[in-house]
């Protein structure tokens, strides 16, 4: 916070793990520990002050400001309506993705100059091209809380791969709009949007399925995405298969490592790949604070805040839904429209 401006006033509605619980985990080496919710975030931001607290469920509140004593100083309401309007520079909207629709409605009612949202956007795509208009009616930057983007030794593994990949493999637990929103999302802030996709295997009824799938990127390589039913440990795994060597995201992205090309190594006239050591990094996944800490300086700026906008969560929406239509035609290949440009309030 540049001297002489006043804090930003920010509110969160609902004060679930995203919003408060999510306990923060040691880095290695002895580094700060990653913050891995947004109260938290708010928090240890010093360009920010907890205004407003929205959280019915009185024992969770309790819970929340236990947790961050800070958050004390906080008015606490029972329902997003009651917050009063144009009081807020940021409103924080972690409800549950059911509810989506009226709880931006709203939260946009509210007047914040950002509304922050629990990815994904909505439930479907109708509901996010709603959402979208009503965000630019109301000259509200919307984002929607993608938090590895932001994450500082995920955004270094990016760095590494040093360019597109022939292909990806990918593996995910956990639903589709869960960990799969997270892996889409990162293959098209990386590479760009994806042309087709293609289920593999049967549909689900399930509210939230598990579907494997290919992607074939508009660079023209493809992305196959494993899902993994009746595990009983996390996955959330990339692999970037180079013309040079190999990248992957291991352990919910936490474990990152790169592999580069060695002739010879295990048969003569043969080449395999060896890990670079000098890559290798096991920090827990944040990205929480470092979103923070940019949107604070954007607004006081005046300038555009980083994230996923409304654009892109949409294009991202569509993705999954068209894998969902794929699976219920029997693996029907699925052509997705070009990426529109942003909204004016974006």
């Not at 293609?198 to 995405?225: K, N, R, Y």
């Not at 580069?260 to 080449?271: F, K, N, V």
């Amino acid at each position: 916070m540049s001297a002489g401006q006043p804090p930003l006033k920010v509110g969160i509605a609902g004060l679930g793990r995203a919003g408060a619980l999510a306990p923060a985990v040691p880095a290695p080496a002895g580094g700060e520990p990653v913050i891995r919710n947004h109260l938290a975030a708010v928090v240890s931001t010093p360009a920010y002050e907890i205004a407003a607290l929205v959280e019915p469920d009185r024992e969770r509140l309790n819970q929340a400001v236990g947790l961050y004593p800070a958050a004390g100083k906080a008015r606490a309401y029972d329902a997003l309506a009651d917050l009063p309007a144009g009081e807020l520079d940021v409103l924080i909207l972690c409800t549950p993705t059911d509810s989506r629709r009226q709880d931006v409605l709203t939260a946009l009612s509210r007047r914040p100059r950002l509304l922050v949202v629990e990815k994904p956007l909505a439930a479907d795509t109708d509901t996010g091209e709603a959402l979208l208009q009503a965000a630019a009616a109301a000259g509200c930057a919307l984002r929607i809380n993608f938090n590895r983007r932001f994450d500082g030794p995920i955004q270094r593994f990016w760095g590494a791969i040093g360019g597109a990949p022939n292909a990806a493999l990918c593996r995910y637990t956990t639903g589709l709009m869960n960990y799969g929103s997270h892996m889409v999302d990162l293959l098209t802030y990386w590479f760009g949007p994806v042309r087709a996709v293609q289920a593999i295997g049967a549909s689900s009824s399930d509210a939230d399925p598990l579907i494997s799938f290919s992607c074939q990127m508009d660079a023209g390589w493809p992305a196959h995405v494993l899902a993994l039913p009746g595990v009983a440990y996390d996955q959330f795994e990339m692999e970037f298969y180079l013309p040079d060597g190999c990248a992957r995201l291991v352990n919910n992205g936490v474990d990152k490592h790169y592999y580069r090309i060695s002739s010879d190594l295990y048969y003569p006239g043969y080449a395999h790949l060896s890990e670079a050591p000098e890559y290798r990094d096991a920090t827990p996944t944040g990205g929480f604070a470092e979103f923070h800490r940019l949107a604070a300086s954007a607004l006081h700026a005046s300038t555009d805040v980083p994230g996923c906008t409304g654009s892109e969560a949409l294009a991202n929406l569509r993705l999954l839904e068209a894998v969902r239509e794929s699976a219920a035609s029997g693996g029907r290949v699925v052509q997705l429209p070009a990426a529109a440009g942003p909204s004016s309030a974006e």
